[in-house]
């Protein structure tokens, strides 16, 4: 972006990282990370070879942080093994980029909203639900 769009994305945006905002966030940060060195440590302990799933350990913790700082709840995602609500949310949001979801963007992008609307044009899942 640039010029008058860019600086009133950034007027919005600016307030939200402030680096006081930030600073205060730190604590939530921190459990965050405590409670994945003690994940780590556990499923260490209970692994037989010592090795770890790190994809999943990470998808926990970038979850935890997300939903602690962002919105202000506890995800526990650490006292399960398997994908959590909040993960499992989380995934349901990411796109899958493919010919179905392309010719969606495609039709959305060109037909008018109330039309996209009608038509339950969507580039995410049936079951993701959003507020208007």
Not at 95 to 123: C, E
Request: with cysteine; net charge positive; proline share 2%.
């Amino acid at each position: 972006m640039a010029g008058e769009r860019w600086k009133h994305l950034r007027s919005k945006l600016s307030p939200t990282f402030t680096t006081g905002k930030i600073k205060r966030m730190f604590r939530l940060f921190d459990q965050s990370g405590n409670k994945f060195v003690n994940f780590l440590e556990s499923e260490i302990e209970h692994s037989q070879n010592g090795e770890v799933e790190l994809t999943d350990a990470y998808s926990k913790f970038t979850m935890d942080i997300i939903a602690s700082a962002a919105c202000g709840i506890d995800s526990e995602a650490f006292n399960q093994r398997g994908p959590s609500y909040f993960e499992q949310a989380g995934k349901k949001l990411q796109l899958q980029f493919g010919a179905k979801v392309i010719l969606k963007m495609f039709a959305m992008m060109l037909l008018p909203i109330k039309v996209s609307d009608a038509l339950g044009l969507s580039i995410f899942g049936q079951d993701v639900n959003y507020m208007k």
